[in-house]
Structures are given as C-alpha cells and as structure tokens.
Nanobody, 116 residues
Framework: QVQLVESGGGLVQPGGSLTLYCSTT????????MAWYRQVLGKERELVAS???????FYADSVKGRFTISGDNAKGTVDLQMNSLKPEDTAIYYC??????????WGQGTQVTVSS
C-alpha cells in the first residue's frame, strides 16, 4: 500500500506564509486527482484545493487568491503554498491522491496553526 507523507505544517503569525508538502512512499500509478483538505475539530473535512489531471484547478472561496496548489504526477507529489494566512485557516491539513491502480490514499495530516 502506497502511503502519503505530509510535512511543512507549523505555527505562523497572521499574514504569514507556509508551504505544505505531500509525497508518496512508492509509485502511485495512473494519478488522476490530487488535492488538499483541511479539518477543524468537531467539523467536517473540507476541500481546500484540487488538481484533476488535465483539468482546471479548484479552490475553496475562502482561500482563493491566497493558496496555490501544484502537483507532479510523475513524482507523486503535491504541494500547497499558503500566503496571507488567517486564524481561520488553522486546521489539520490532509493531502489526497487518487490513481487508477492505487485507488484513493490520504496522508496522516499536518497541523497548521495561525496565531499571534
């Protein structure tokens, strides 16, 4: 089973920036979708940004203009550049990759805390 490994989370002040990284432990075949989600304790996991292979990037309204998703199908990596961070961006962030052979895989989550 190919696993996803996330890194890059941490504590940042409002207005600051962070980049989240997600990579696979093995080869992920036939990637057709990459995404980042986030979840706050007690709330449902929400889609933050996604890249369908050959399709248009999607961003949640709350992050448009501030976050940028980038993925590399060949390497099996997907990053999330987060700028102008706000306290309401505080959450556990999860990467998700879907492939024709491997199905859907999730990372273990990385905590992002935006606070002064």
């Amino acid at each position: 089973q190919v696993q996803l490994v996330e890194s890059g989370g941490g504590l940042v002040q409002p207005g600051g920036s962070l980049t989240l990284y997600c990579s696979t432990t093995g080869h992920f075949f036939g990637i057709y979708y990459m995404a980042w989600y986030r979840q706050v304790l007690g709330k449902e996991r929400e889609l933050v940004a996604s890249i369908p292979t050959g399709g248009k990037e999607f961003y949640a309204d709350s992050v448009k203009g501030r976050f940028t998703i980038s993925g590399d199908n060949a390497k099996g990596t997907v990053d999330l550049q987060m700028n102008s961070l706000k306290p309401e961006d505080t959450a556990i962030y999860y990467c998700n990759i879907k492939g024709t052979m491997n199905g859907s895989s999730w990372g273990q989550g990385t905590q992002v805390t935006v606070s002064s």
